[in-house]
């Protein structure tokens, strides 16, 4: 079963210019989040989706920062403008609800560097 | 505020060594806690996980232990290997209310030969 999937890997980019992180979730899987990794904050979580409807996006750092996700085997995370600050590794994780409780699933990751 | 808080930022264990990581939290609820492994350029992934029903879960060579009155928790890893040098991360969330995970900042840990 193929894993959560995001792209792109890599990114580099000019301060101002708007960009779009892709994921496609596991399928099957119901939960979506997103997070930000940097040195100074560690794993942060921006924006989360339960069946495609955003949960709590109370991470989500400032208005240029956007989440959808029109169906249920895509999301994107949008940032417009993009600021140097922005420079981190995003991740895109799903997970299912279940008995119990159920891990979390992630990406590798998107590496953004904002010039 | 920190929900989780992970000891130490980072560690140094010699090959065949133990590596102990810890964790503390606050919020009573929390019902679930994973630790999950990271290598340079890939994502976190689940390593392994505990309810506070036990005291102790064992896979391998990784170990939980669980300290419901202190609320801690801690990651053992015994016969430490070079390959084991990664990021580790502890995590905990509330079964029931939406699998939103609650983040230590995460220890790197160096195995060396």
């Known amino acids: 079963d193929a894993g959560v999937i995001q792209s792109p890997r890599h990114e580099v980019t000019e301060m101002g210019q708007e960009v779009t992180l892709r994921c496609k979730p596991i399928?099957?899987?119901?939960?979506l989040f997103w997070y930000r990794q940097t040195m100074m904050r560690g794993l942060e979580l921006l924006i989360y989706f339960n069946n495609n409807v955003p949960i709590d996006d109370s991470g989500m750092p400032e208005d240029r920062f956007s989440a959808k996700m029109p169906n249920a085997s895509f999301s994107t995370l949008k940032i417009q403008p993009s600021e140097p600050r922005d420079s981190a590794v995003y991740f895109c994780?799903?997970?299912?609800?279940?008995?119990?409780?159920?891990?979390?699933?992630f990406g590798d990751g998107t590496r953004l560097s904002i010039l | 505020q920190q929900q989780v808080k992970q000891s130490p930022q980072s560690l140094i264990v010699q090959k065949g060594g133990i590596s102990i990581i810890n964790c503390a939290y606050e919020?009573?609820?929390?019902?679930?806690f994973p630790w999950y492994q990271q290598f340079p350029g890939k994502g976190p992934a689940l390593l392994i996980a505990i309810r506070p029903d036990v005291s102790e879960k064992k896979e391998g060579r990784f170990t939980i232990s669980f300290n419901k009155s202190a609320k801690q928790f801690s990651l053992h890893i015994m016969d430490s290997q070079p390959g084991d040098s990664a990021t580790y991360f502890c995590?905990?969330?509330?079964?029931?209310?939406?699998?939103?995970?609650?983040f230590g900042t995460g220890t790197s840990l160096t195995v060396i030969p």
């Open positions: 919020n009573t609820a929390f019902d679930y």
């Open positions: 995590a905990a969330s509330i079964i029931g209310t939406g699998n939103q995970f609650y």
């Open positions: 994780a799903s997970g299912l609800r279940g008995v119990g409780n159920q891990p979390q699933h």
């Open positions: 399928s099957g899987h119901d939960y």
